[in-house]
Protein backbone atom coordinates (compact mmCIF):
# COMPACT_ATOMS: atom_id res chain seq x y z
CA UNK A 1 0.00 0.00 0.00
CA UNK A 2 1.24 3.72 -0.98
CA UNK A 3 -1.28 5.48 1.25
CA UNK A 4 -4.66 7.04 0.23
CA UNK A 5 -3.93 7.73 -3.21
CA UNK A 6 -3.57 4.01 -4.08
CA UNK A 7 -5.49 2.16 -6.39
CA UNK A 8 -7.04 0.71 -3.03
CA UNK A 9 -8.29 3.46 -1.26
CA UNK A 10 -9.69 4.70 -5.23
CA UNK A 11 -11.52 1.36 -5.20
CA UNK A 12 -12.96 1.79 -2.02
CA UNK A 13 -13.91 5.64 -2.88
CA UNK A 14 -13.36 6.38 0.89
CA UNK A 15 -13.87 10.32 0.02
CA UNK A 16 -17.06 9.91 -1.92
CA UNK A 17 -18.76 7.58 0.47
CA UNK A 18 -19.02 4.72 -2.22
CA UNK A 19 -18.10 1.74 -0.51
CA UNK A 20 -19.38 2.93 2.94
CA UNK A 21 -22.95 2.50 1.34
CA UNK A 22 -21.78 -1.14 -0.46
CA UNK A 23 -23.16 -2.91 1.95
CA UNK A 24 -24.22 -2.92 6.19
CA UNK A 25 -21.99 -3.66 8.65
CA UNK A 26 -21.59 -6.83 10.19
CA UNK A 27 -23.16 -6.75 13.57
CA UNK A 28 -21.06 -7.89 16.30
CA UNK A 29 -22.57 -8.72 19.78
CA UNK A 30 -23.65 -6.46 22.33
CA UNK A 31 -22.13 -7.50 25.52
CA UNK A 32 -24.22 -5.19 27.97
CA UNK A 33 -23.65 -4.75 31.90
CA UNK A 34 -26.10 -3.32 34.38
CA UNK A 35 -26.10 0.02 34.35
CA UNK A 36 -25.15 1.47 37.51
CA UNK A 37 -22.00 3.98 38.28
CA UNK A 38 -19.98 5.01 35.25
CA UNK A 39 -16.99 2.80 35.27
CA UNK A 40 -13.28 3.57 33.91
CA UNK A 41 -13.72 1.75 30.78
CA UNK A 42 -11.47 2.11 27.26
CA UNK A 43 -14.62 3.73 25.29
CA UNK A 44 -17.33 3.25 28.07
CA UNK A 45 -20.47 4.27 25.43
CA UNK A 46 -21.33 1.37 22.77
CA UNK A 47 -22.57 2.59 19.03
CA UNK A 48 -24.34 -0.63 16.94
CA UNK A 49 -26.08 -0.74 13.95
CA UNK A 50 -29.69 -2.62 14.23
CA UNK A 51 -31.02 -4.31 11.25
CA UNK A 52 -32.08 -1.53 9.43
CA UNK A 53 -28.55 0.32 9.50
CA UNK A 54 -29.75 2.74 11.81
CA UNK A 55 -27.73 4.15 14.92
CA UNK A 56 -28.78 2.60 18.21
CA UNK A 57 -28.43 5.55 21.28
CA UNK A 58 -25.64 4.93 23.10
CA UNK A 59 -27.21 4.50 26.44
CA UNK A 60 -26.01 1.03 27.20
CA UNK A 61 -22.73 1.38 29.71
CA UNK A 62 -20.03 -1.47 29.65
CA UNK A 63 -16.22 -2.26 29.52
CA UNK A 64 -14.88 -3.89 26.42
CA UNK A 65 -13.63 -7.54 26.54
CA UNK A 66 -10.28 -7.36 24.87
CA UNK A 67 -9.72 -9.09 21.24
CA UNK A 68 -7.93 -12.28 22.85
CA UNK A 69 -10.66 -12.77 25.61
CA UNK A 70 -13.08 -12.88 22.62
CA UNK A 71 -11.12 -15.26 21.11
CA UNK A 72 -10.54 -17.35 23.85
CA UNK A 73 -14.31 -17.02 25.19
CA UNK A 74 -15.02 -19.06 21.42
CA UNK A 75 -12.13 -21.56 21.39
CA UNK A 76 -13.73 -22.44 25.01
CA UNK A 77 -17.21 -22.64 24.30
CA UNK A 78 -16.86 -24.62 20.75
CA UNK A 79 -13.71 -27.04 21.75
CA UNK A 80 -11.86 -25.61 18.58
CA UNK A 81 -8.78 -24.18 17.33
CA UNK A 82 -9.62 -23.91 14.08
CA UNK A 83 -9.60 -21.04 11.97
CA UNK A 84 -10.97 -21.29 8.92
CA UNK A 85 -9.31 -19.95 5.96
CA UNK A 86 -11.76 -18.25 3.44
CA UNK A 87 -9.69 -18.45 0.39
CA UNK A 88 -11.48 -18.13 -3.09
CA UNK A 89 -8.46 -19.61 -4.72
CA UNK A 90 -9.54 -19.21 -9.10
CA UNK A 91 -8.35 -22.68 -9.53
CA UNK A 92 -11.07 -23.81 -6.93
CA UNK A 93 -13.64 -21.53 -8.45
CA UNK A 94 -16.58 -22.31 -11.33
CA UNK A 95 -15.50 -19.24 -13.25
CA UNK A 96 -13.35 -16.00 -11.75
CA UNK A 97 -15.63 -13.83 -10.79
CA UNK A 98 -16.43 -11.51 -7.74
CA UNK A 99 -19.52 -13.48 -7.61
CA UNK A 100 -18.25 -16.70 -7.42
CA UNK A 101 -15.47 -16.29 -5.35
CA UNK A 102 -18.29 -14.86 -2.70
CA UNK A 103 -20.29 -17.55 -3.00
CA UNK A 104 -17.54 -20.00 -2.23
CA UNK A 105 -17.02 -18.56 0.82
CA UNK A 106 -20.17 -18.44 2.23
CA UNK A 107 -21.11 -21.94 1.36
CA UNK A 108 -17.96 -22.51 3.23
CA UNK A 109 -19.28 -20.34 6.34
CA UNK A 110 -22.56 -22.36 6.29
CA UNK A 111 -20.84 -25.58 6.32
CA UNK A 112 -18.54 -24.90 9.05
CA UNK A 113 -19.67 -22.16 11.58
CA UNK A 114 -20.22 -24.21 14.60
CA UNK A 115 -16.97 -25.93 14.24
CA UNK A 116 -15.01 -22.47 13.55
CA UNK A 117 -13.05 -20.62 16.50
CA UNK A 118 -12.51 -17.98 13.73
CA UNK A 119 -12.78 -17.37 10.16
CA UNK A 120 -9.71 -15.52 7.94
CA UNK A 121 -10.48 -14.14 4.53
CA UNK A 122 -7.80 -13.70 2.52
CA UNK A 123 -7.43 -10.15 1.39
CA UNK A 124 -5.32 -10.41 -2.25
CA UNK A 125 -8.00 -13.17 -3.45
CA UNK A 126 -10.59 -10.52 -3.31
CA UNK A 127 -8.71 -7.72 -4.61
CA UNK A 128 -8.00 -9.33 -7.60
CA UNK A 129 -11.46 -8.90 -8.85
CA UNK A 130 -10.91 -4.75 -8.07
CA UNK A 131 -14.29 -3.07 -6.72
CA UNK A 132 -16.68 -6.13 -7.20
CA UNK A 133 -14.13 -7.93 -5.29
CA UNK A 134 -14.78 -5.45 -2.29
CA UNK A 135 -17.94 -5.82 -2.33
CA UNK A 136 -17.74 -9.77 -2.23
CA UNK A 137 -15.69 -9.50 0.84
CA UNK A 138 -17.70 -7.26 2.27
CA UNK A 139 -20.73 -9.89 1.73
CA UNK A 140 -18.60 -12.61 3.05
CA UNK A 141 -17.14 -11.16 6.05
CA UNK A 142 -20.87 -9.98 6.99
CA UNK A 143 -22.34 -13.55 6.39
CA UNK A 144 -19.90 -14.55 9.16
CA UNK A 145 -21.81 -15.28 12.34
CA UNK A 146 -21.51 -11.98 14.69
CA UNK A 147 -20.05 -14.44 17.62
CA UNK A 148 -17.15 -15.53 15.78
CA UNK A 149 -13.93 -13.80 15.14
CA UNK A 150 -13.29 -12.72 11.61
CA UNK A 151 -9.26 -12.35 11.25
CA UNK A 152 -8.45 -10.36 7.79
CA UNK A 153 -5.30 -11.58 6.13
CA UNK A 154 -3.79 -8.62 4.98
CA UNK A 155 -0.56 -8.53 6.19
CA UNK A 156 -0.24 -4.45 5.61
CA UNK A 157 2.46 -2.85 6.59
CA UNK A 158 2.32 1.16 6.63
CA UNK A 159 3.12 4.14 8.58
CA UNK A 160 1.38 7.53 9.35
CA UNK A 161 -1.32 8.80 7.38
CA UNK A 162 -1.80 5.32 5.69
CA UNK A 163 -1.53 3.41 8.60
CA UNK A 164 -4.43 5.67 9.85
CA UNK A 165 -6.27 5.42 6.51
CA UNK A 166 -5.83 0.92 6.76
CA UNK A 167 -6.89 1.00 10.19
CA UNK A 168 -10.40 2.92 9.18
CA UNK A 169 -10.31 0.22 6.43
CA UNK A 170 -10.42 -2.69 8.61
CA UNK A 171 -12.06 -1.26 12.12
CA UNK A 172 -14.93 0.73 10.22
CA UNK A 173 -15.09 -0.07 6.92
CA UNK A 174 -14.71 -3.69 6.96
CA UNK A 175 -15.51 -3.95 10.44
CA UNK A 176 -13.39 -7.22 10.78
CA UNK A 177 -11.96 -8.22 14.37
CA UNK A 178 -8.36 -8.52 13.71
CA UNK A 179 -5.89 -8.29 10.90
CA UNK A 180 -2.38 -9.94 9.53
CA UNK A 181 0.23 -7.40 9.99
CA UNK A 182 4.26 -6.88 8.52
CA UNK A 183 6.09 -6.27 11.62
CA UNK A 184 8.75 -4.71 9.50
CA UNK A 185 8.33 -0.72 9.81
CA UNK A 186 8.76 -1.51 13.67
CA UNK A 187 6.04 -0.51 16.80
CA UNK A 188 4.60 2.71 15.12
CA UNK A 189 3.15 1.21 11.73
CA UNK A 190 1.38 -1.19 14.69
CA UNK A 191 0.15 1.34 17.19
CA UNK A 192 -3.12 2.69 15.18
CA UNK A 193 -3.97 -1.19 14.86
CA UNK A 194 -3.75 -1.79 18.47
CA UNK A 195 -5.33 0.92 20.06
CA UNK A 196 -8.34 -0.36 20.18
CA UNK A 197 -8.22 -3.21 22.80
CA UNK A 198 -11.30 -4.93 20.84
CA UNK A 199 -9.42 -5.59 18.01
CA UNK A 200 -6.75 -7.64 17.31
CA UNK A 201 -3.07 -7.99 15.42
CA UNK A 202 -1.65 -11.01 14.33
CA UNK A 203 2.01 -10.08 13.76
CA UNK A 204 4.16 -12.18 10.74
CA UNK A 205 6.63 -13.53 12.84
CA UNK A 206 7.99 -17.14 11.14
CA UNK A 207 6.12 -17.90 7.85
CA UNK A 208 5.81 -21.23 6.03
CA UNK A 209 7.19 -19.88 2.88
CA UNK A 210 10.70 -20.62 1.48
CA UNK A 211 12.60 -17.40 1.66
CA UNK A 212 12.15 -17.25 5.30
CA UNK A 213 15.33 -18.12 5.44
CA UNK A 214 16.59 -15.00 3.88
CA UNK A 215 15.47 -12.59 6.90
CA UNK A 216 13.47 -14.35 9.47
CA UNK A 217 16.58 -16.57 10.00
CA UNK A 218 19.32 -14.51 10.35
CA UNK A 219 21.24 -14.42 13.77
CA UNK A 220 22.04 -10.93 15.57
CA UNK A 221 23.92 -9.75 17.08
CA UNK A 222 24.19 -7.64 20.56
CA UNK A 223 21.58 -9.19 21.72
CA UNK A 224 22.97 -11.00 24.67
CA UNK A 225 21.97 -13.92 23.75
CA UNK A 226 22.09 -15.65 20.66
CA UNK A 227 18.37 -14.96 18.78
CA UNK A 228 17.29 -15.17 15.37
CA UNK A 229 15.25 -12.12 13.91
CA UNK A 230 11.78 -14.42 14.05
CA UNK A 231 12.83 -14.30 17.92
CA UNK A 232 13.20 -10.90 18.54
CA UNK A 233 9.84 -10.17 16.70
CA UNK A 234 8.39 -12.91 19.64
CA UNK A 235 9.90 -11.23 22.28
CA UNK A 236 8.80 -7.77 20.98
CA UNK A 237 5.07 -9.02 20.55
CA UNK A 238 5.16 -10.08 24.20
CA UNK A 239 6.26 -6.59 25.47
CA UNK A 240 4.05 -4.82 22.76
CA UNK A 241 0.91 -6.75 24.20
CA UNK A 242 -0.42 -4.43 26.60
CA UNK A 243 -3.77 -4.22 25.74
CA UNK A 244 -4.16 -8.59 25.07
CA UNK A 245 -5.18 -7.98 21.54
CA UNK A 246 -1.67 -8.87 19.73
CA UNK A 247 -0.30 -12.30 18.96
CA UNK A 248 1.75 -13.64 16.40
CA UNK A 249 1.94 -15.77 12.85
CA UNK A 250 4.36 -19.19 13.26
CA UNK A 251 4.69 -21.56 10.52
CA UNK A 252 3.35 -24.77 12.07
CA UNK A 253 5.63 -27.31 10.22
CA UNK A 254 8.59 -25.53 12.48
CA UNK A 255 7.70 -27.01 15.73
CA UNK A 256 11.23 -25.72 16.82
CA UNK A 257 10.54 -21.91 15.66
CA UNK A 258 6.84 -22.67 17.51
CA UNK A 259 9.00 -23.79 20.86
CA UNK A 260 10.79 -21.09 21.10
CA UNK A 261 8.34 -18.12 20.14
CA UNK A 262 6.50 -19.51 22.93
CA UNK A 263 9.19 -19.86 25.27
CA UNK A 264 9.98 -16.41 24.53
CA UNK A 265 5.87 -15.38 24.64
CA UNK A 266 4.63 -17.48 26.98
CA UNK A 267 1.20 -15.88 27.09
CA UNK A 268 0.84 -14.65 23.48
CA UNK A 269 -2.06 -16.64 20.99
CA UNK A 270 -0.38 -18.07 18.20
CA UNK A 271 -1.58 -18.27 14.32
CA UNK A 272 0.35 -21.72 13.13
CA UNK A 273 -0.26 -22.26 9.07
CA UNK A 274 0.50 -25.46 7.37
CA UNK A 275 -0.72 -28.14 9.09
CA UNK A 276 -4.29 -28.28 8.99
CA UNK A 277 -3.58 -30.68 6.31
CA UNK A 278 -3.87 -34.38 6.54
CA UNK A 279 -0.55 -35.96 6.85
CA UNK A 280 0.92 -32.87 8.52
CA UNK A 281 2.13 -33.37 12.10
CA UNK A 282 -0.48 -31.51 13.99
CA UNK A 283 0.42 -33.57 17.33
CA UNK A 284 4.40 -32.33 17.29
CA UNK A 285 3.04 -28.37 16.71
CA UNK A 286 0.01 -28.24 19.29
CA UNK A 287 2.46 -29.88 21.68
CA UNK A 288 5.34 -26.79 20.86
CA UNK A 289 2.90 -24.03 20.49
CA UNK A 290 0.40 -24.63 23.41
CA UNK A 291 0.28 -22.87 26.29
CA UNK A 292 -0.13 -24.78 30.36
CA UNK A 293 -4.06 -24.17 29.59
CA UNK A 294 -4.47 -25.58 26.09
CA UNK A 295 -5.43 -22.52 24.59
CA UNK A 296 -3.05 -19.92 22.59
CA UNK A 297 -3.18 -21.45 19.16
CA UNK A 298 -5.45 -21.14 15.89
CA UNK A 299 -4.75 -23.68 13.52
CA UNK A 300 -5.50 -22.64 9.50
CA UNK A 301 -7.82 -24.86 7.58
CA UNK A 302 -8.28 -24.27 4.20
CA UNK A 303 -7.01 -26.41 1.44
CA UNK A 304 -7.73 -29.45 2.68
CA UNK A 305 -11.78 -28.60 3.67
CA UNK A 306 -11.85 -26.54 -0.68
CA UNK A 307 -10.42 -29.56 -2.05
CA UNK A 308 -13.09 -32.35 0.06
CA UNK A 309 -16.03 -32.92 -2.05
CA UNK A 310 -17.73 -32.76 1.34
CA UNK A 311 -16.72 -29.41 2.80
CA UNK A 312 -18.31 -30.25 6.42
CA UNK A 313 -16.85 -33.95 6.56
CA UNK A 314 -13.34 -32.28 5.85
CA UNK A 315 -13.75 -29.80 8.61
CA UNK A 316 -15.47 -32.36 11.17
CA UNK A 317 -12.07 -34.72 10.58
CA UNK A 318 -10.21 -31.59 11.22
CA UNK A 319 -12.19 -30.97 14.06
CA UNK A 320 -11.61 -34.50 15.76
CA UNK A 321 -8.29 -34.29 14.87
CA UNK A 322 -7.03 -31.74 16.41
CA UNK A 323 -9.04 -32.74 19.72
CA UNK A 324 -7.59 -35.66 19.56
CA UNK A 325 -4.18 -34.35 19.40
CA UNK A 326 -4.81 -32.39 22.60
CA UNK A 327 -6.52 -35.11 24.45
CA UNK A 328 -3.35 -37.90 23.80
CA UNK A 329 -0.83 -34.86 25.03
CA UNK A 330 -2.85 -34.27 28.05
CA UNK A 331 -3.09 -38.66 28.96
CA UNK A 332 0.59 -38.73 27.77
CA UNK A 333 1.95 -36.37 30.22
CA UNK A 334 -0.38 -35.43 32.52
CA UNK A 335 0.22 -33.08 35.43
CA UNK A 336 -1.17 -34.42 38.67
CA UNK A 337 -1.91 -31.38 39.84
CA UNK A 338 -5.67 -30.76 39.33
CA UNK A 339 -5.44 -27.33 38.22
CA UNK A 340 -2.91 -28.12 35.21
CA UNK A 341 -3.86 -29.92 31.77
CA UNK A 342 -1.28 -29.56 30.08
CA UNK A 343 2.36 -30.64 30.30
CA UNK A 344 5.08 -27.67 29.40
CA UNK A 345 7.11 -29.91 27.65
CA UNK A 346 9.25 -27.18 26.75
CA UNK A 347 10.01 -25.88 30.45
CA UNK A 348 10.75 -29.03 30.91
CA UNK A 349 13.86 -28.65 28.28
CA UNK A 350 14.76 -25.57 29.59
CA UNK A 351 14.86 -26.80 32.96
CA UNK A 352 17.58 -28.76 31.65
CA UNK A 353 19.29 -26.91 29.38
CA UNK A 354 19.52 -23.98 32.24
CA UNK A 355 21.08 -26.03 34.33
CA UNK A 356 18.34 -25.46 36.94
CA UNK A 357 17.99 -29.46 37.46
CA UNK A 358 21.37 -31.15 37.46
CA UNK A 359 21.84 -35.32 37.98
CA UNK A 360 24.77 -36.99 39.84
CA UNK A 361 25.73 -36.99 43.61
CA UNK A 362 24.67 -34.02 46.02
CA UNK A 363 24.49 -33.01 49.46
CA UNK A 364 21.04 -31.40 50.37
CA UNK A 365 20.58 -28.96 53.22
CA UNK A 366 19.36 -31.82 55.13
CA UNK A 367 22.47 -33.65 55.16
CA UNK A 368 21.07 -36.60 53.16
CA UNK A 369 23.09 -37.36 49.67
CA UNK A 370 20.65 -37.33 46.67
CA UNK A 371 20.97 -38.24 43.01
CA UNK A 372 19.14 -34.62 41.90
CA UNK A 373 19.74 -31.71 42.51
CA UNK A 374 17.06 -28.90 41.48
CA UNK A 375 18.75 -25.01 41.59
CA UNK A 376 16.05 -22.49 40.58
CA UNK A 377 17.95 -20.07 41.77
CA UNK A 378 20.26 -19.91 38.41
CA UNK A 379 16.83 -18.77 36.24
CA UNK A 380 17.87 -15.03 37.22
CA UNK A 381 20.61 -15.82 34.73
CA UNK A 382 18.18 -16.99 31.83
CA UNK A 383 15.19 -14.20 31.67
CA UNK A 384 13.40 -16.11 29.11
CA UNK A 385 12.99 -19.43 31.03
CA UNK A 386 12.28 -17.33 34.35
CA UNK A 387 9.70 -16.10 32.20
CA UNK A 388 8.24 -19.04 30.84
CA UNK A 389 8.46 -20.25 34.49
CA UNK A 390 6.23 -17.23 36.25
CA UNK A 391 3.75 -17.63 32.80
CA UNK A 392 3.25 -21.32 34.24
CA UNK A 393 2.06 -20.64 37.64
CA UNK A 394 -0.76 -17.62 36.34
CA UNK A 395 -3.36 -20.83 35.57
CA UNK A 396 -3.28 -22.32 39.03
CA UNK A 397 -3.13 -18.64 40.38
CA UNK A 398 -6.17 -17.25 38.10
CA UNK A 399 -8.38 -19.74 39.80
CA UNK A 400 -7.23 -19.35 43.80
CA UNK A 401 -8.79 -15.69 45.49
CA UNK A 402 -6.27 -13.71 47.08
CA UNK A 403 -5.24 -9.88 47.84
CA UNK A 404 -1.51 -10.15 47.02
CA UNK A 405 1.45 -12.71 46.42
CA UNK A 406 4.05 -13.67 48.45
CA UNK A 407 7.40 -14.43 47.46
CA UNK A 408 9.91 -16.45 49.57
CA UNK A 409 13.42 -16.29 49.52
CA UNK A 410 15.83 -16.88 48.02
CA UNK A 411 14.71 -18.54 44.76
CA UNK A 412 10.86 -17.74 44.52
CA UNK A 413 11.77 -13.49 45.00
CA UNK A 414 12.14 -12.95 40.92
CA UNK A 415 9.69 -15.83 40.24
CA UNK A 416 7.34 -13.58 43.08
CA UNK A 417 8.16 -10.26 41.39
CA UNK A 418 7.60 -11.54 37.36
CA UNK A 419 4.21 -12.85 37.84
CA UNK A 420 3.56 -9.26 39.76
CA UNK A 421 5.24 -7.66 36.77
CA UNK A 422 2.87 -9.76 34.41
CA UNK A 423 -0.05 -8.90 36.29
CA UNK A 424 -0.05 -6.12 38.35
CA UNK A 425 -0.36 -8.32 41.50
CA UNK A 426 1.31 -6.67 44.68
CA UNK A 427 3.91 -8.68 46.18
CA UNK A 428 5.63 -8.72 49.59
CA UNK A 429 7.95 -11.09 51.14
CA UNK A 430 9.04 -12.00 54.61
CA UNK A 431 12.96 -12.04 55.53
CA UNK A 432 14.54 -14.92 56.55
CA UNK A 433 15.97 -13.07 59.21
CA UNK A 434 14.56 -9.77 60.97
CA UNK A 435 16.32 -6.60 59.71
CA UNK A 436 18.18 -5.06 63.38
CA UNK A 437 18.13 -1.51 61.95
CA UNK A 438 15.40 1.30 60.24
CA UNK A 439 12.48 -0.56 60.85
CA UNK A 440 13.54 -4.01 61.58
CA UNK A 441 10.38 -5.10 59.49
CA UNK A 442 9.98 -9.13 58.73
CA UNK A 443 7.54 -8.47 56.04
CA UNK A 444 8.83 -6.11 53.31
CA UNK A 445 6.33 -4.72 51.05
CA UNK A 446 2.39 -2.93 52.00
CA UNK A 447 0.32 -4.78 53.09
CA UNK A 448 -3.18 -4.89 55.47
CA UNK A 449 -3.85 -7.02 58.24
CA UNK A 450 -6.82 -9.44 56.97
CA UNK A 451 -5.46 -9.43 53.54
CA UNK A 452 -5.49 -12.92 52.10
CA UNK A 453 -1.97 -14.03 50.77
CA UNK A 454 -0.89 -16.33 48.28
CA UNK A 455 3.01 -18.21 49.11
CA UNK A 456 4.66 -18.35 46.07
CA UNK A 457 8.20 -20.81 46.44
CA UNK A 458 10.13 -22.59 44.21
CA UNK A 459 10.50 -26.62 45.45
CA UNK A 460 8.14 -28.26 47.89
CA UNK A 461 10.81 -30.28 49.57
CA UNK A 462 9.81 -30.94 53.66
CA UNK A 463 8.10 -28.47 54.03
CA UNK A 464 9.88 -26.24 57.19
CA UNK A 465 10.65 -23.10 55.62
CA UNK A 466 7.75 -22.93 53.77
CA UNK A 467 6.06 -23.08 57.68
CA UNK A 468 8.60 -20.56 59.25
CA UNK A 469 7.46 -18.19 56.37
CA UNK A 470 3.95 -18.42 56.84
CA UNK A 471 4.40 -18.59 60.71
CA UNK A 472 5.67 -14.72 60.05
CA UNK A 473 3.02 -13.62 57.29
CA UNK A 474 0.51 -15.24 59.95
CA UNK A 475 1.96 -13.34 62.65
CA UNK A 476 2.18 -9.91 60.81
CA UNK A 477 -2.00 -10.36 60.50
CA UNK A 478 -2.26 -11.84 56.79
CA UNK A 479 -4.41 -15.03 55.88
CA UNK A 480 -2.56 -17.56 54.09
CA UNK A 481 -4.35 -20.99 52.80
CA UNK A 482 -2.21 -21.85 49.70
CA UNK A 483 1.00 -22.20 48.34
CA UNK A 484 2.02 -22.73 44.67
CA UNK A 485 5.08 -24.26 43.52
CA UNK A 486 6.76 -24.90 40.00
CA UNK A 487 8.26 -28.44 41.13
CA UNK A 488 6.77 -30.39 44.54
CA UNK A 489 9.52 -32.98 45.01
CA UNK A 490 6.73 -35.64 46.64
CA UNK A 491 8.44 -35.33 49.74
CA UNK A 492 5.40 -34.98 51.93
CA UNK A 493 5.00 -31.46 51.88
CA UNK A 494 1.73 -31.44 50.79
CA UNK A 495 0.77 -33.95 53.90
CA UNK A 496 2.32 -31.62 56.19
CA UNK A 497 0.46 -28.31 54.62
CA UNK A 498 -2.57 -29.86 54.48
CA UNK A 499 -2.44 -30.93 57.94
CA UNK A 500 -2.71 -26.88 59.10
CA UNK A 501 -5.86 -26.09 56.84
CA UNK A 502 -3.25 -25.18 53.55
CA UNK A 503 -3.40 -26.44 50.40
CA UNK A 504 -0.73 -27.03 47.63
CA UNK A 505 -0.78 -26.35 44.41
CA UNK A 506 2.28 -27.71 41.98
CA UNK A 507 2.75 -26.75 38.24
CA UNK A 508 4.87 -29.86 38.00
CA UNK A 509 5.83 -32.69 40.20
CA UNK A 510 8.91 -34.16 39.98
CA UNK A 511 7.41 -37.77 39.12
CA UNK A 512 5.87 -35.79 35.86
CA UNK A 513 9.53 -34.84 35.41
CA UNK A 514 11.38 -38.19 35.43
CA UNK A 515 8.25 -39.30 32.97
CA UNK A 516 9.29 -37.12 30.39
CA UNK A 517 13.06 -37.12 30.30
CA UNK A 518 12.85 -40.50 30.48
CA UNK A 519 10.64 -41.06 27.85
CA UNK A 520 12.28 -38.78 25.71
CA UNK A 521 15.78 -40.41 26.30
CA UNK A 522 17.13 -37.01 27.61
CA UNK A 523 18.56 -38.58 31.34
CA UNK A 524 20.13 -42.18 31.08
CA UNK A 525 17.45 -44.73 32.40
CA UNK A 526 20.11 -45.47 35.36
CA UNK A 527 19.85 -42.26 36.51
CA UNK A 528 16.39 -41.56 36.34
CA UNK A 529 16.22 -45.21 38.12
CA UNK A 530 18.51 -43.68 41.02
CA UNK A 531 16.62 -40.77 41.56
CA UNK A 532 12.67 -42.89 41.63
CA UNK A 533 14.77 -44.98 44.54
CA UNK A 534 15.75 -42.28 46.19
CA UNK A 535 12.09 -40.10 46.37
CA UNK A 536 10.52 -43.86 47.49
CA UNK A 537 13.24 -43.81 50.49
CA UNK A 538 12.22 -40.20 51.51
CA UNK A 539 8.45 -41.56 50.88
CA UNK A 540 8.96 -44.04 52.97
CA UNK A 541 10.45 -41.76 56.01
CA UNK A 542 7.26 -39.57 55.77
Known sequence: MSGQNSPLFNILGFERGVFARALPLRKRPLKSYPLGPLQKCNNPLDMRTNSHNDF??????????????????????????????????????????????????????????????????????????????????????????????????????????????????????????????????????????????????????????????????????????????????????????????????????????????????????????????????????????????????????????????????????????????????ANEVEVSAPEARYFPANLAEDLLRSGCVRFGQYMLKSGAPSPIYIDLRQLVSYPHVLNEVSAAYLPILNRLKFDRIAGLPYAALPIATTISLKTGWPAVFPRKEARSYGTRAEIEGRFKAGERVVVINDLATSGLSKFDAIDKLVTAGMVVEDVVVLIDRQAGTREALASAGIRLHSVLTLSDLLDYWERNERIPGEQITAVRKFMEEQTAHV
Open 56 to 329: INPVIIRCMDSFYSQLEERARRTGSLMCIGLNPYPAELPEQTAEAAREHCISLIQATADLAAAFKPNLALFEAYSAAGWEALRAVIAAVPPEIPVILDAKFGEVNESADGLTHLVQSQLNVQAVTLNPFLGYDSLLPFLKDSERGVFLLCKTTNPGTVDLQELPLAGEGEPLHLYEKIALLAQEWNTNNNLGVVVSGLDSEALRRVRQLAPDLWIMAPGVGIPGKDLSTALQSGLRPDGLGMLIPVSRAIIHSPNARQAALELYAAIQNCQRSL
